[in-house]
């Protein structure tokens, strides 16, 4: 399908979206209004395939009949209580999702960035009472190309100019090593070391994946100097690469999983830092919090989200299709259009010749054809389909995007 410049109501709506919102986002030119599944609709009823799945949140699609009735059954019943009082989901989520991740304690946020400071203040505080490190020397190491959100402290350790300009002064504390360097971890390992914390595989920075055995040598060299390994599976968790979890490609287990984004099932955000009883137990009442963190219709959804995941049936589509997808993709390396891909399961990072134009004009040229993608750092597009695409319609916007590249 091909579609039309945007007009009338879509040049309306992005009109006032620019005149009272913070220019923060630099969105595509379309306007949604409904979506279902793998497809949505704009305001002017043209229909695109979203290829993105709001960066892996819709892992199971837009308007999920089991997620949507879990939202409306809790709906009725209580939304909120605050952490004040007990509600009669809460244990039931923990539960649920700590078994999912083969941990024993679970400690819910919202949105990701709220779970990668949790961990943060998780490290340090272990760091303090159980490692015994000197009182305000706690470091964790970090891997350069990093994106773990974007509060003042996570955006210190960043190396991304446009996520950290002018935001100083940053917060100290973190020590910076190329991605996938194993010897460059090892070496920044000190006594004052209390964590590791990395992607499995960095989405931003246009879904690279590490060399075969880093995260199995990570797991190694965490072990053997009693530092923490965090795996911030974020983007990459919960189905996307073809396993429950990225580290289980390499049958890695960290020692605190960071979670979000399809937590919550494209319905509410949900996030959650998932350890063990020596890690987590280190927090005492009042040391940290969120008032919407693990409230009730969280946790339905939440619940819902791991009852889905435990069939392996998400796990199994991303896997499969994903084959399917690297298989397309490297196809296009051949003749030059395609500089490189990289990925796993059905996550792609497509670094597209430089001559055709940039990740930018290539998404636009996508969006007139009715496929719905995005760029990142210059010349990349990523591919990252909620889970329930059908082969038919992969196949398609696969051939929009060799008709782009062509042209």
């Not at 773990?148 to 300009?165: N, W, Y």
């Not at 973190?174 to 971890?185: C, K, M, R, S």
């Not at 919960?238 to 494209?266: I, N, S």
């Not at 930018?360 to 996508?366: A, D, G, T, V």
Request: aromatic residues 6%.
């Amino acid at each position: 399908m091909t579609t039309t410049p945007a007009t009338g109501e879509t040049d309306r709506s992005i009109a006032a979206a620019e005149a009272y919102s913070a220019h923060n986002y630099h969105p595509l030119p379309v306007v949604v209004a409904s979506a279902q599944g793998a497809w949505m609709t704009d305001v002017e009823g043209r229909r695109y395939l979203d290829m993105l799945a709001g960066y892996s949140a819709l892992n199971f699609g837009h308007g999920n009949p089991r997620l949507i009735a879990a939202a409306k059954a809790q709906l009725d019943r209580v939304t909120l209580t605050s952490r004040a009082f007990h509600h009669d989901r809460f244990a039931d989520f923990c539960q649920a999702l700590a078994e999912l991740c083969g941990m024993e304690m679970v400690l819910p946020m919202n949105t990701g960035a709220e779970a990668v400071e949790t961990a943060v203040k998780t490290a340090r505080k272990w760091g303090y009472r159980v490692k015994g490190v000197p009182d305000g020397r706690a470091k964790i190491i970090v891997a350069a190309d990093n994106f773990h959100g974007r509060t003042t402290t996570i955006i210190s350790f960043s190396t991304d100019p446009e996520a950290r300009a002018d935001y100083g002064p940053y917060t100290p504390g973190f020590e910076i090593v190329p991605y996938g360097d194993l010897a460059a971890l090892r070496a920044a390992v000190d006594e004052d070391t209390v964590a590791v914390l990395i992607e499995p595989i960095q989405g931003e920075a246009g879904v690279l994946v590490p060399p075969p055995g880093y995260l199995a040598g990570v797991r190694a060299v965490t072990r053997e100097r009693g530092v923490l390994f965090i795996a911030d599976e974020i983007q990459s968790g919960l189905g996307r690469t073809g396993r429950t979890f990225a580290c289980e490609h390499e049958d890695v287990v960290p020692d605190m999983y960071v979670l979000g984004k399809a937590l919550g099932g494209g319905v509410v955000p949900v996030s959650a830092v998932v350890s063990s009883r020596e890690v987590l137990g280190v927090f005492r009442p009042g040391e940290h919090g969120s008032t919407f963190g693990g409230n009730p219709l969280a946790c339905a959804v939440g619940l819902e989200v791991i009852a889905m995941l435990r069939t392996g049936e998400y796990q199994d589509r991303a896997a499969e299709l994903g084959a399917h997808l690297h298989a397309e993709l490297g196809l296009l390396t051949a003749g030059g259009a395609v500089a490189a891909v990289r990925g796993r399961g059905l996550w792609a990072g497509v670094d597209v010749a430089p001559a055709l134009g940039t990740g930018r004009q290539i998404s636009e040229r996508l969006l007139a054809r009715g496929v719905l993608v995005k760029d990142t750092h210059g010349s990349t597009i990523r591919l990252a389909p909620p889970l329930v695409i059908s082969k038919d319609d992969l196949d398609w916007s696969l051939a929009q995007l060799r008709e782009v590249l062509a042209a």
